[in-house]
Each structure stands twice: as C-alpha cells, then as structure tokens.
C-alpha cells in the first residue's frame, strides 16, 4: 500500500509541475509587433500622482504620442522620451513580460506588462513612465 501512495504522490506531482509549465508557457507568448503596432501616449508621471489625473492636465512635459510601427521602429514624438530616457528610442521589441525600447545608442529601457496594452517602468530619477495605447473614440 505504501508503495501505491508513493506511486500517486508522484504521479500528482508530475502532474502539478507540468500544468503549471503549460500555465506559464500560455501567459508568456510573445506579442506579435502587428497587434502592438499603433499610436501609444506616453505619460511620465510622479509616483505620488494619480496616473489619469496627470493625462488629463495634457501637458506636453509630462505627455507624447508615439507610433510603434509594425516594422519594430518608433514613430511620432520619440525626442519627448529620448528627453525622458536620455537616449532617443528608435526601435522597441516585444518580450514575454513586456515591451523594450531600444535607443540610438544601443540603450535598452524595458517596461513591464501591467495590464492589456498598459506597460510601466519606474525610471532612475523615480519617475513612472507609462505607455497606454491611444484609443479613439471610433476604436471602441
């Protein structure tokens, strides 16, 4: 009997080990850049500020749109984060866990997935930079 209990203890065991392989496989695809590819807003913000309080002041120090092109360059107001970043982006790339920025100078900046097309670093100076895809109204 003790060898049929151990048998099972393994065989669920196995089991867990690999439903959770196939678990994690699933939430880390890769995005497909055609699905990221449009017009994103980028916000910096303070951490003590509430996120949409600071997009709705639409100030251009703390706001700038932004193309991610289906070719893996960016497009639009890259100067704005190059001046954030210290580095001007001008390719980005997907990445099970978010989405990277890469600058003229072969700088790398990753920002973490948070939620469906919200991605966030906090950067040196303590700043968050956020990249929320721009929705029109006609996106809906």
Known sequence: MSCSSQATAWL???????CGEVVMARSLLLAEPSQL???????LSDPQND???QALQDKPSNTCLIELRADQTLGG?????GHWLGDEP???FTEPDGLSL?????SRVHLGLRKEHHY???LKSGLILRLEQNKRPTDR
Do not use: D, K, P, S
């Open 77 to 81: 107001q890259t100067e704005c984060l």
């Open 37 to 43: 590819a449009g017009q994103w807003l980028a916000i």
């Open 51 to 53: 996120g949409q309080t």
């Open 90 to 92: 001008v390719h980005w």
């Open 102 to 106: 890469i600058g003229r100078q072969n």
């Open 120 to 122: 966030q670093v906090t």
């Open 12 to 18: 669920l065991a196995t089991l867990m080990m690999f």
